[in-house]
Structure formats: C-alpha cells, structure tokens
C-alpha cells in the first residue's frame, strides 16, 4: 500500500525529477568541472587546475562588474524596499479610486524589461529628452543619464523603480492584513501618523520586509536585461548582430553587472571555461542567501504554510 | 478596514478634526495622482513618438505636429517584426502549454501526497527557482548545441516539458488551500490520484492555474536573455525583445518606427492583464510570505 503510494507520487513527480537532474544538476556538476579547464566553442575542455580562479584576482573587469553588482544591491534593493512600502501605505489609505491607482502603480512591472529600457534611453536622452528638456526649462542642466559613467546605474535605478509594482502588492497584502484592533490600540495611547506606521505597521510588515531583501538581492545578483539593453541602446550600436554587443557595459564599463560580465567573457571572448569558474562564485553566493532565506522564512520550509 | 476605523470617529469629532482629515484626504489623494502621472508618463511619450514622423521623432518635442498611426503599419513592412512576432507566440504559448501539463501533477503530488523526500524535494526546488539562470548558461549551452538544436527556439520551450521550478512553487501554494476533505471525498468513492487531481483538483485550482499560466506566459514573452543565448546566431528565431534591442541600430534614425514597435511589444502583455487581473494580483501575493 505505501509503495504504491510512493509509486504513483514518483510518476506525478517524474517529468520535474528529470528536469531537475538535466537542467540544474548535470549542467551545475559540468560548470563546476569546466570551471577548472580552459575551451572555447571549437576546443576541449583542458586541465588548468585553478587558474581561471587565479585570474579571476587579477581580471579589472571582472573587479568592476563586482562593484557595480554590489552598488545595485546596496542602493537599488534599499530603495525599491521603502519605495514599496511608501507607495502600499499610501494605497491602503486611499478610499476612492484605489483600483485605478492600483493597477496604474502595478502595470509597469508587467511591461517587457527590452521594451522599458528603449522608454527609459529615449525618456533620458540628454539632448532632446523629455526629461532633460523639462528640466531645462526650470533652469537645471540635466545630467547625461544613460550615456554617463556616474549616472548609468541610478538611471537603471529610475527605471527599476518604475517596474517596482510586483513587490508593490506583496507589501500591501500585508499592509491591509494589519488588524484594525492594533490601530485603535495605538490610537487610544495617543499615537500620531508617524508612531502607528513606526510601532504597528512596520513591525507587522517585518517578514514581508525580510522576504522583499533577499528576493531582491537575488535579482539583483542575476541583473542582466536591462543593464545589457541600456548600455546598447544609449550608445548607439546593435545589442546582437551575431551574438554580443561590443556596447555592452557602455558607458565606460559602468552597466557592466557580474552576470552581464561572466556572458560577455564567455561568449565574445570565448573564455568559456572562465565563464564557469565566474559561475561558480555566483552559485556559491546565490546559494547562501537562498539558505539564509530558506532558514528565516516559514513559507519556504517543507512544512504547509 | 480603515474606514472601519474612522468612520465612527468623524461622527463625534470636533469640526477642527474632520477639516484635518479632509485636508489630509486631499494631500493623499494629489500625491497618488502626482505620482500616477509619473508612472503613466513613460508610455505615453512613447506612444505620441511612435505617431510622429521620423524627422520629428528626433527633435524635442512631445506633441505630433501631425499624427501618422500608419508607422504602425510600415514597422510590419520595413522590419522583420512579423517573424519576431510569431516567434514571441509559439514560444510563449507552448511553453505555457508545456509547463501547465509538467508542472500541475508535481505541484499536486508535493502538495497533497505524502511520500518520502517530499520536504528534500521542495527545497531543492526552492534552490533551483532562486537560482541565477547565468549559473549554468555554458553547459547547458554546448548540450544544446550538441544536438544542433542552437539558432531554434528548441532551447527555450523543451525544457517547459520537465516542469518549470517557479510554477510549481506557485501551484503548490495554491494547492494546500484546498481543503483536504474534498480529496478524501474523492478517495473514498474509488477514484484513483489521477482522476482525483483530474475531476477534483483541477476545478477548484482553476484560479491559480490561470495565475501559473499567466506567470509563465509574461515571462516567455518579456524573457530576454534566453533568445539572446540560443537564437541570436539566426535572425529567423529572433523574438520580439532580441529584435527590438537589436531595431535600434538598424534603423537608427527612424525613431518613431522603434517606438511603435515598442508599443506592440507592450501592449498584449496590457490587454491579457486587464482581462485577468484578479487572478494575477492573487498570484503575485501567493508568491510572498504569509509568516
């Protein structure tokens, strides 16, 4: 009876146990095994021992896109946060027009991340944009946005604000379940705006807060669409054409992300085994904030939530 | 539930107060609509670029001196936007198809059976959703291209067949709110695990399968960085997000072509979402914590 039970589990099971093994397994267990050779597409894979790692120290490429990886989580997982939870304690205060606005603030995040970055590049484009050009007009000289090293990423930023409306509901799902009774408690005691969100929103948001960061550092460790798009459109040249762009990064580097980075060495460059060794440290890192997660948060466990 | 809360409160309030929240009313409202005008801004630019002529595209302007909608038609003429076009289809709408028919049974069976490993299997499961898809983009690149199958959409929509770790994450959330009883009911009058999850299960999972099916279809859609990878060896796979990125360069004066062709790539993602909001906004907040 029981193995019968587990027999019928198993072929419920099997096509996602065979997906598993082939496209997470099998490919994890090769990057790992190829991270310690050197190939391109036309060669064997040879034996280096830990050289790809070696240069891994020494690539300043590599060096930058850590940098710019680590400057997106820094900022951009921050102020998408406490974007949200802006915009879902204003949403949840609103009682008329709340479906409109709603859906207004969710949209973007559903529009094709291509197709937002070409609406960003144009939106910014420092000579004839709308957005310099109004600026313009109130006497500020708008900065050169997408075509420049140091506000490359922050326009990124800009747009990934604009897409923040996924994150957005998931904070006012939990804003709305706050009990009423906690309000009126903290009412009662004379609390202002100010110390009802800081003493029973927030504190009851908390988990919701801790889910949007590591989901949020996770995005942000495979940021790629955007950043290669941008770079591309904002300097002009093809984004494929057989491949890879040579504007990937553009400018100067700045939009070049850790993945970004790791493809562009594979496949313009042909590292393929460099590649690897890059995809191992992102493994490594990916996974331990996927545990930190895992171990922190309830609805991950195995248990029924 | 706030207003449960202040309606009784403005009854017995002094005049001063209820002005207050009047006031405050009026602030909450303009900031939403200041900051929907912001958000509705980006497309709408786009879309009154994508009316100009090329030339005027390229000034400062917002407004068309005069309006050509039929940009909408010359982008199908000029471009290869009607190839990318289909691609962008079959890819999303068999990957769609693919994952339903993989996914539900695994959901279903870490859901409702019991079995040993089931709580090893989640987790890995959880492992490979989070995982960064660049982690493993060379081998499984040169499997691929083993079997000659780069330059295709194959890459992309065979693996749909073996379950897609994200969807069966979300399956699975939505599956445990059934109530047991009604398997139980199911099992007690013969029905063997298929017919239970084919007669019981799936009618009552109805929402979150259209939320799954959603999820996956936006994704195939919008995805770009795996057409990027198998298919821009050959223009003839390409879809709608490797093309536009690449329109640019191409016809790079013709500004206005670009941005209707951005719009296009928009604006099915937008009619799905208001003919199925509700089952999208529950799927999006079963996928956040509950505890």
Same mark, same amino acid.
């Given at each position: 009876m029981r193995l019968r039970r587990e027999l019928t589990a198993l072929t419920f099971l099997a096509p996602a146990l065979l997906g598993i093994v082939v496209f997470f397994g099998y490919p994890l267990v090769s990057a790992v095994y190829f991270s310690f050779t050197k190939f391109d597409l036309l060669s064997t894979p040879e034996w280096v021992g830990l050289d790809n790692y070696k240069r891994m120290a020494e690539d300043p490429f590599l060096l930058q896109s850590v940098r710019n990886t680590l400057w997106m989580v820094v900022v951009f997982v921050p102020v998408r946060i406490v974007s949200a939870i802006g915009l879902s304690v204003l949403l949840a205060r609103l009682r008329s027009g709340a479906g409109v606005f709603r859906t207004v603030f969710y949209l973007p995040a559903l529009v094709p991340p291509v197709a937002a970055t070409i609406a960003f590049v144009y939106l910014l484009?420092?000579?004839? &944009?709308?957005?310099?050009? $109004? +600026?313009?007009?109130?006497?500020?000289?708008?900065?050169?946005? !997408?075509?420049?090293?140091?506000?490359a990423k922050p326009s990124?930023?800009?747009?990934?604000?604009?897409?923040?409306?996924?994150?957005?509901?998931?904070?006012?799902?939990?804003v709305l379940g706050v009990p009423a009774s906690l309000y009126e408690a903290a009412e009662l005691d004379g609390a202002g705006a100010w110390h009802r969100f800081r003493y029973v929103t927030l504190p009851s948001i908390r988990p919701v807060i801790l889910f949007a960061a590591v989901t949020g550092v996770i995005y942000t460790l495979q940021y790629f669409d955007q950043a290669a798009?941008?770079?591309?459109?904002?300097?002009?040249?093809?984004?494929?054409?057989g491949g890879i762009s040579s504007s990937f990064g553009y400018p100067e580097g700045s939009t070049f992300t850790y993945p970004?980075?790791?493809?562009?060495? &594979?496949?313009?460059?042909? $590292? +393929?085994?460099?590649?690897?060794?890059?995809?191992?440290?992102? !493994?490594?890192?990916?996974?331990?904030?996927?545990?930190?997660?895992?171990?922190?948060?309830?609805?991950?466990?195995?248990?029924?939530? | 539930m706030t207003a449960v809360l202040e309606r009784p409160a403005v009854a017995t309030t002094p005049k001063a107060v209820r002005r207050h929240n009047r006031l405050a009313w009026i602030a909450r409202h303009s900031i939403?609509?200041?900051?929907?005008?912001?958000?509705?801004?980006?497309?709408?630019?786009?879309?009154?670029?994508?009316?100009?002529?090329?030339?005027?595209?390229?000034?400062?302007?917002?407004?068309?001196?005069?309006?050509?909608?039929?940009?909408?038609?010359?982008?199908?003429?000029?471009?290869?936007?009607?190839?990318?076009?289909?691609?962008?289809?079959?890819?999303?709408?068999?990957?769609?198809?693919?994952?339903?028919?993989?996914?539900?049974?695994?959901?279903?069976?870490?859901?409702?059976?019991?079995f040993r490993g089931r709580n090893v299997l989640f987790l890995v499961i959880i492992c490979v959703m989070m995982l960064?898809?660049?982690?493993?983009?060379?081998?499984?690149?040169?499997?691929?291209?083993?079997?000659?199958?780069?330059?295709t959409l194959w890459p992309l929509i065979l693996p749909t067949l073996l379950g897609d770790a994200f969807s069966i994450f979300l399956l699975r959330q939505f599956l445990l709110t059934i109530p047991e009883e009604y398997l139980d009911a199911a099992r007690v009058d013969g029905c063997g695990e298929w017919r239970t999850l084919l007669k019981v299960v799936l009618p009552m999972a109805r929402p979150g399968i259209a939320a799954a099916g959603l999820f996956q279809f936006f994704y195939a859609w919008n995805d770009y960085y795996g057409p990027l990878l198998y298919t821009s060896e050959n223009e003839n796979a390409w879809t709608l997000s490797l093309g536009l990125a690449s329109f640019h360069s191409v016809h790079h004066v013709d500004w206005n072509l670009v941005t209707a062709a951005t719009v296009l790539a928009m604006a099915p993602i937008i009619v799905v979402f208001f003919f199925a909001q509700r089952a999208f906004v529950q799927g999006v907040t079963l996928t956040g914590v509950k505890g």
């Amino acid at each position: 009876m029981r193995l019968r039970r587990e027999l019928t589990a198993l072929t419920f099971l099997a096509p996602a146990l065979l997906g598993i093994v082939v496209f997470f397994g099998y490919p994890l267990v090769s990057a790992v095994y190829f991270s310690f050779t050197k190939f391109d597409l036309l060669s064997t894979p040879e034996w280096v021992g830990l050289d790809n790692y070696k240069r891994m120290a020494e690539d300043p490429f590599l060096l930058q896109s850590v940098r710019n990886t680590l400057w997106m989580v820094v900022v951009f997982v921050p102020v998408r946060i406490v974007s949200a939870i802006g915009l879902s304690v204003l949403l949840a205060r609103l009682r008329s027009g709340a479906g409109v606005f709603r859906t207004v603030f969710y949209l973007p995040a559903l529009v094709p991340p291509v197709a937002a970055t070409i609406a960003f590049v144009y939106l910014l484009k420092p000579g004839t &944009g709308p957005v310099n050009t $109004a +600026l313009e007009h109130l006497g500020i000289d708008g900065p050169l946005w !997408f075509n420049s090293p140091a506000w490359a990423k922050p326009s990124l930023v800009l747009l990934g604000l604009w897409g923040i409306g996924d994150i957005m509901v998931i904070f006012l799902a939990a804003v709305l379940g706050v009990p009423a009774s906690l309000y009126e408690a903290a009412e009662l005691d004379g609390a202002g705006a100010w110390h009802r969100f800081r003493y029973v929103t927030l504190p009851s948001i908390r988990p919701v807060i801790l889910f949007a960061a590591v989901t949020g550092v996770i995005y942000t460790l495979q940021y790629f669409d955007q950043a290669a798009v941008a770079g591309a459109v904002a300097s002009g040249s093809a984004t494929t054409g057989g491949g890879i762009s040579s504007s990937f990064g553009y400018p100067e580097g700045s939009t070049f992300t850790y993945p970004l980075w790791l493809y562009t060495a &594979g496949f313009r460059y042909s $590292a +393929l085994g460099y590649a690897n060794a890059m995809a191992v440290a992102l !493994f490594v890192v990916a996974f331990a904030v996927t545990v930190f997660l895992l171990r922190r948060s309830k609805a991950f466990s195995g248990e029924a939530a | 539930m706030t207003a449960v809360l202040e309606r009784p409160a403005v009854a017995t309030t002094p005049k001063a107060v209820r002005r207050h929240n009047r006031l405050a009313w009026i602030a909450r409202h303009s900031i939403a609509i200041a900051l929907s005008i912001m958000f509705i801004a980006p497309v709408a630019y786009l879309i009154l670029l994508s009316l100009m002529t090329s030339n005027q595209a390229l000034t400062s302007d917002y407004w068309p001196n005069t309006w050509h909608p039929e940009n909408y038609v010359r982008v199908f003429q000029v471009t290869q936007l009607p190839r990318y076009l289909l691609n962008t289809v079959i890819y999303a709408v068999s990957a769609t198809a693919f994952m339903l028919l993989s996914s539900i049974p695994a959901a279903y069976a870490l859901a409702k059976l019991r079995f040993r490993g089931r709580n090893v299997l989640f987790l890995v499961i959880i492992c490979v959703m989070m995982l960064p898809p660049q982690v493993v983009t060379v081998p499984l690149y040169l499997m691929w291209a083993r079997y000659g199958l780069t330059g295709t959409l194959w890459p992309l929509i065979l693996p749909t067949l073996l379950g897609d770790a994200f969807s069966i994450f979300l399956l699975r959330q939505f599956l445990l709110t059934i109530p047991e009883e009604y398997l139980d009911a199911a099992r007690v009058d013969g029905c063997g695990e298929w017919r239970t999850l084919l007669k019981v299960v799936l009618p009552m999972a109805r929402p979150g399968i259209a939320a799954a099916g959603l999820f996956q279809f936006f994704y195939a859609w919008n995805d770009y960085y795996g057409p990027l990878l198998y298919t821009s060896e050959n223009e003839n796979a390409w879809t709608l997000s490797l093309g536009l990125a690449s329109f640019h360069s191409v016809h790079h004066v013709d500004w206005n072509l670009v941005t209707a062709a951005t719009v296009l790539a928009m604006a099915p993602i937008i009619v799905v979402f208001f003919f199925a909001q509700r089952a999208f906004v529950q799927g999006v907040t079963l996928t956040g914590v509950k505890g």
